[in-house]
C-alpha cells in the first residue's frame, strides 16, 4: 500500500518511504526537529526525521505508543492546509531573525528556511484498536486531521491462511478449499471472543513448520502436530486473549478441542490454557 501511494518519482536506489516506531519517549524533536549543538558553543535547529524526508510518505507505526499531541503539534496547521512557523530561529542569537516555517504543500520558490513537502508526501499511521483505551489517546483535534481506515480480519479467514501456506511454501499438497483447515479454526474460534489480525496466523504458521517441517497444516492434526499446535497456540494467539470472559473460554476451547480432534489429557490442557485467561 505505502509502495502505491509513493508512485514513481524517486529514484530506484532511495526507499519510497520513511518507516518510524513510535516510542513514548518521542517528542516534537524527534519528528519536527528542533535545536541541537553543532559543536563547541554551537546551537542550531537539526530538522526531524519526517523534514529530513519531506519529499516521501512517512510511516508512523504504533502511533499511539508516542504523546501523539505533543508530538504531531507543531504539524496541526499544516495538516488543515495553512503554513506554520516553529518557534526556531534560523539565526539563534539573533533575536530579529526569521524563524523556520513549515509549508503544507509543494513550492519549488520556498526559502531557505521554510520546509515544503513532496509532491509524493504523505503521512501514513497504524494504531491497534485493543490497545487505544491503554495508552496515549488521540485528541479530537488531531482525529478529524486524518482519515480514518479500519483493517479487519479477512473475509475468508480459510483462504488468507492457504494463501499464506503457498507463500511461505508449506504446502504439502494441493491447495484444495475443502481440505481441512485446522489453523483458520483456531482463528475463527479466536475472533469470536476477540477480533485478531492476521500477524498471529503467520507467526503460528512459521513457528510451527520450525519445530515440525513434516506438519501438514491442511489436514486433521495427528497426535505429534496436536502437541505442536497447543505449545505454538500458547506462544502466539492465547497472549491476545488474555481477560476474555469466561463464557468465552469455554466456548474457543470447546471449538478448538473439536476442531482439532483433541481427546484425553491434550483437549484437558487446551481447556485448562483457555480457562487461565478469564479474569
Not at 526525521?49 to 505533543?70: G, T, V, W, Y
Not at 516555517?101 to 515544503?116: G, M, Q, T, V, Y
Request: aromatic share 8%.
Amino acid at each position: 500500500m505505502a509502495e502505491q501511494i509513493a508512485g514513481d518519482d524517486l529514484s530506484e536506489d532511495e526507499p519510497p518511504y520513511t518507516l518510524l516506531t513510535a516510542s513514548s519517549s518521542w517528542s516534537s524533536q524527534d519528528l519536527v526537529g528542533g535545536y541541537q549543538p553543532l559543536g563547541p558553543g554551537r546551537l542550531g535547529f537539526v530538522p526531524g526525521a519526517m523534514l529530513r524526508d519531506f519529499h516521501k510518505l512517512i510511516i508512523i507505526d504504533e502511533l499511539n505508543r508516542c504523546p501523539i499531541d505533543k508530538v504531531i503539534g507543531p504539524l496541526f496547521s499544516v495538516l488543515s492546509g495553512q503554513s506554520t512557523s516553529l518557534p526556531y530561529r534560523v539565526e539563534v542569537g539573533d533575536a530579529a531573525s526569521a524563524n523556520y516555517r513549515i509549508l503544507p504543500k509543494p513550492n519549488p520558490a520556498k526559502k531557505d528556511h521554510e520546509f515544503a513537502p513532496g509532491p509524493a508526501w504523505a503521512m501514513l499511521c497504524t494504531l491497534n484498536q485493543v490497545d487505544k483505551t491503554q495508552l496515549e489517546q488521540i485528541s479530537f483535534a488531531m482525529s478529524r486531521r486524518f482519515t480514518w481506515i479500519r483493517i479487519g480480519i479477512p473475509d475468508d479467514p480459510s483462504r488468507f491462511v492457504r494463501d499464506m501456506l503457498q507463500k511461505l511454501g508449506l504446502l504439502k499438497g494441493e491447495l484444495d478449499p475443502s481440505l481441512p483447515n485446522p489453523i483458520a479454526s483456531l482463528w475463527s474460534a479466536a475472533n469470536r471472543c476477540r477480533e485478531l489480525g492476521g500477524a498471529p496466523v503467520i507467526d503460528f504458521l512459521k513457528l510451527a513448520s520450525a519445530m515440525d517441517e513434516s506438519i501438514d497444516f491442511l489436514a486433521v492434526p495427528n497426535a505429534d502436530a496436536q502437541e505442536v499446535f497447543i505449545v505454538v497456540m500458547a506462544s502466539t494467539f492465547l497472549p491476545l486473549l488474555d481477560g476474555i470472559s469466561c463464557a468465552d473460554a469455554i466456548d474457543c476451547s470447546s471449538a478448538i478441542v473439536e476442531a482439532w480432534q483433541l481427546r484425553g489429557q491434550l483437549a484437558a490442557d487446551v481447556e485448562r490454557r483457555f480457562m487461565k485467561l478469564a479474569p
